[in-house]
């Protein structure tokens, strides 16, 4: 795209470990992958905006000046969400035309994240805004929440940005504190497996949002019976209850909202294994503890589909899987694994044949591939 004076690349992530957890301020780890979002743009001095996706129909136009308009519900919202969070704390002058383009099919890699990164970053550029790596993430995350309407955590934007090539991102989504954990030379080599069922849909009209509340509402109820002082349901974490709490109180509550908590704080003693096991390069039982996850989040967290479970079902038969769950919020169309690469093409085989089977219809769609680790989003 040599009509273009900038070349920004903003990977898709995976969570292999502390999924669903963001969002009650808990312990995460994830990767930046080798695929991803590519914007190709040039500033505009008089703030308007023009953009083509190679990957969706339609051209967006509006100008950064004016006032933010209302969704869409297309897929210029994510730009018109990254203007409206720069917008919170910056005047801006310029806008951008470009091009973007996506390199795998949407569902369940964050895509809606490594989009906006991607546009918060180019309009930073436009306006010469110089943004820290936690404040890209914030930026981003905030038009994520407030103009997106998902009330969702920092995970995805955190490993697209933080991101590191044959390292390990682990986050406390809480302090904001992370740490970037390089690959231990004992651990063998790996790859990511991507398994896209062939499903896709929107995460603002999947079950996320409510589970989110359940989770506050999990929250408000140990605190209640304990006589903890309670605060707003926006300001309240299943973080702020101590497990203690959640051991005293778990028989009283709802038994729906009681397995929510159970979900968290199972997750959060997984999240520290498993940092142990990455740092002692023990990929066996990092892989394991990724499966576990995924058990918790089909009993505790009760997400995923029929399609995606199928998926992990027989991921876990697959000889040279090391773990894995679904990917993201489980909602949407993917799970992924850490696979030994010299038995790719034999896993390939077996998902596909065992997965089509039992679903015909997604012959279209269904698609697997290896990816390997990479750096966070980046000017190219
Ligand atoms: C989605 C959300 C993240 C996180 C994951 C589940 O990807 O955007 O914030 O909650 O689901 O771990």
């Not at 955590?153 to 504190?177: H, M």
């Not at 038995?343 to 219809?361: D, N």
């Amino acid at each position: 795209m040599e009509n273009y004076q900038y070349h920004i690349f903003s990977p898709y992530r995976v969570c292999p470990l502390g999924a669903h957890v963001d969002h009650q301020h808990g312990l995460v780890t994830g990767f930046a992958f080798d695929k991803g979002v590519d914007l190709w743009f040039s500033p505009t001095e008089d703030g308007s905006v023009s953009l083509h996706s190679e990957t969706f129909e339609g051209e967006v136009s509006f100008d950064v000046t004016k006032p933010t308009q209302v969704k869409e519900g297309n897929w210029g919202d994510y730009a018109r969400g990254a203007k409206y969070a720069l917008k919170k704390r910056f005047e801006l002058t310029r806008g951008i035309r470009g091009v973007i383009k996506g390199s795998l099919p949407v569902g369940g890699l964050s895509s809606s994240a490594a989009v906006l990164t991607a546009y918060v970053m180019a309009l930073a550029k436009a306006n010469s805004i110089t943004l820290s790596k936690m404040e890209v993430i914030k930026t981003a995350s905030q038009a994520e929440r407030e103009y997106i309407g998902l009330t969702n955590g920092i995970l995805d934007q955190a490993c697209i940005v933080l991101g590191e090539k044959d390292s390990l991102l682990f986050l406390d989504t809480d302090t904001e504190q992370y740490r970037i954990i390089r690959k231990n030379p004992r651990m063998p080599e790996f790859e990511l497996a991507i398994i896209f069922s062939g499903l896709t849909r929107s995460l603002v009209s999947s079950d996320y949002n409510l589970r989110v509340a359940e989770c506050k509402t999990a929250a408000w109820n140990m605190m209640a019976y304990t006589g903890m002082p309670l605060k707003n349901l926006d300001k309240t974490f299943l973080r702020d209850v101590p497990r203690e709490t959640y051991d005293l109180t778990r028989d009283k509550m709802p038994p729906r909202f009681a397995r929510r908590a159970e979900h968290f704080y199972s997750e959060y003693k997984r999240v520290r294994k498993g940092v142990t096991a990455w740092e002692t390069g023990n990929l066996t039982l990092f892989g394991q503890l990724s499966y576990e996850s995924c058990e918790s989040s089909i009993k505790n967290y009760e997400c995923g589909s029929e399609e995606l479970i199928a998926i992990y079902n027989i991921m876990r038969q697959c000889d040279g899987i090391y773990g894995g769950r679904f990917s993201g919020a489980g909602f949407k169309g993917a799970c992924i694994a850490l696979v030994d690469p010299s038995k790719k093409e034999a896993i390939r085989e077996q998902i596909t044949s065992e997965y089509l089977r039992m679903f015909p219809e997604y012959t279209d769609t269904f698609e697997i591939h290896f990816c390997k680790t990479d750096d966070g989003a980046r000017f190219i």
